[in-house]
């Protein structure tokens, strides 16, 4: 079991970056993936961006060349840039780690980022 904590919301103007960061304790090593998502008000949780284990990631279409996720090389803090902010990134921002075996997947409580146009 791991625990996560997201920090690094805020309100930002259009145009602004911000990183977000996701500190992981517990046990790490029986980590397969890590996630960035977000959740806009009234709709539903959709995935921002992946690691895997191995460092490769994976985006969505709507923040390709703006975000960019990486990881310590401990494992136990994952980033997410965001860079060009837009108003529609505004939104409750949540970070997962999937598990190897029949682990469930664990959440953090997510931080709030606010896009201002």
């Known amino acids: 079991q791991v625990q996560l904590v997201e920090s690094g919301g805020g309100l930002v103007q259009a145009g602004g970056s911000l990183r977000l960061s996701c500190a992981v304790s517990?046990?790490?090593?029986?980590?397969?993936?890590m996630g960035w998502y977000r959740q806009p008000p009234g709709k539903q949780r959709e995935l921002v961006a992946g690691?895997?284990?191995?460092?490769?990631?994976n985006y969505a279409d709507s923040v390709k060349g703006r975000f960019t996720i990486s990881r310590t090389n401990a494992q136990n803090t994952v980033y997410l840039q965001m860079s060009s902010l837009k108003p529609e990134d505004t939104a409750r921002y949540y970070c997962?780690?999937?598990?190897?075996?029949?682990?469930?997947?664990?959440w953090g409580q997510g931080t709030q980022v606010t896009v201002s146009s």
């Open positions: 997962k780690a999937d598990f190897f075996g029949p682990a469930p997947s664990s």
């Open positions: 517990g046990n790490i090593f029986g980590i397969k993936a």
């Open positions: 690691i895997a284990s191995g460092g490769i990631t």
